[in-house]
């Protein structure tokens, strides 16, 4: 910039039109791109607040400071969610020491076992960003923080049928599609979801949308039955089911339930693994009538799309897909509490804990 050019609102002369509205400390780009030292210096100077587990048992709010650009994207962020399953595994340091680079979320900060900065569904409105963004609510991976700066490619918008407040189950439900198409079920297939928690509940809810199905949620905590009731699908016990399956999925990082499928597997049927143990150790029956059913047995994993799906696929249209699909408002049923982000770290470790957790939505 020229010594003697105003620091108001004068512009490089190669620089498109922008705009900027000063509200508070907030910026808005309106169109185009320029640079100015007065535009650097307000966009430099952002403190956010993020939720740290810093040991096992333990988080801290820190406060950092966010250097924006003009090709970053500003989030304030209006909801989180907990994912319970995975949070409560980082929060007790079970992150095997062979998963700790697999395990880095998007925009994880910190190294595992501790202290880091982990969680990944975030629900924010733009406040800086290209002029047709701003205002808008999308969802991004990303941990429990306040404000939050990221990538343009990095966004999700959030269709206008979604109501924030409900977009936080679009990771889970990101994770409950990739592990119907894992499992390959069809039209008129027997399923059978063992565990009814945020996956587990959405996995059933996607396979009984098939035509002709017939799915069954299976629960040791028969408080879960009208959850399924709700989302349309059969509930069972486990000490109450009958019959042979064409599908079974685990969704309860169990190796009881998940040898329970395999002994009410029909022959040649397919078994999806969705659980992740962390470090602990499973014991399955091979033995008995597995080989002799010819069993399919396989992993599913979020982080992967699977192959017979990747010529046409990509995370993004997987996201956005998964998106659409919170369009139901039975949904909400999966909303187990709220909590507003300034009471955070007192409660999250409770939440986390607790058993009767489902997806439990930070309020910000």
Not at 59 to 81: C, I, N, P, Y
Not at 174 to 191: F, K
């Amino acid at each position: 910039m020229g010594q003697n050019k105003n620091l108001s609102f004068v512009w490089e002369q190669r620089a498109q039109w922008i705009i900027c509205s000063i509200k508070g400390n907030f910026i808005e780009k309106i169109y185009g791109e320029a640079v100015t030292e007065f535009e650097e210096k307000h966009l430099n100077d952002r403190n956010a607040r993020a939720l740290w587990q810093v040991a096992p048992g333990a988080v801290a709010l820190r406060e950092e400071t966010l250097s924006l650009d003009q090709d970053t994207v500003l989030l304030l962020t209006k909801f989180s969610g907990i994912s319970r399953g995975t949070e409560g595994l980082v929060l007790q340091g079970k992150v095997p020491p062979s998963e700790y680079e697999r395990m880095r979320g998007p925009n994880m900060e910190g190294q595992f076992p501790f202290p880091v900065k982990y969680g990944y569904s975030n629900v924010g409105r733009v406040e800086w960003g290209p002029s047709e963004l701003v205002g808008r609510h999308v969802f991004v991976l990303y941990p429990h923080q306040d404000i939050v700066k990221t990538r343009l490619e990095d966004i999700n918008l959030i269709p206008e049928s979604v109501p924030p407040s409900r977009a936080v189950l679009a990771a889970n439900m990101e994770t409950a599609l990739n592990i119907v198409w894992d499992a390959q079920i069809q039209p008129g297939d027997r399923v059978a979801v063992f565990g009814a928690g945020v996956v587990g509940c959405l996995t059933a809810y996607l396979a009984g949308r098939i035509a002709g199905t017939e799915t069954i949620l299976i629960d040791t905590n028969g408080q879960r039955q009208p959850i399924a009731d709700a989302l349309g699908v059969t509930f069972s016990s486990p000490h109450h089911l009958s019959g042979s399956f064409d599908v079974l999925i685990n969704a309860t990082a169990s190796d009881e339930a998940l040898n329970l499928a395999i002994a009410h597997a029909g022959k040649e049927a397919r078994i999806v693994e969705a659980s992740w143990y962390g470090d602990r150790r499973a014991s399955i029956t091979l033995g008995g009538a597995f080989h002799a059913n010819r069993l399919q047995l396989v992993s599913s994993q979020v982080g992967t799309i699977p192959a017979h799906k990747t010529a046409r696929w990509t995370y993004k249209r997987r996201m956005t897909k998964a998106l659409e699909l919170l369009s139901d408002a039975r949904l909400d049923i999966l909303i187990s509490g709220e909590t507003a982000f300034e009471d955070l770290e007192a409660a999250y470790p409770r939440i986390v804990n607790a058993p009767d957790t489902l997806c439990h939505r930070i309020r910000y």
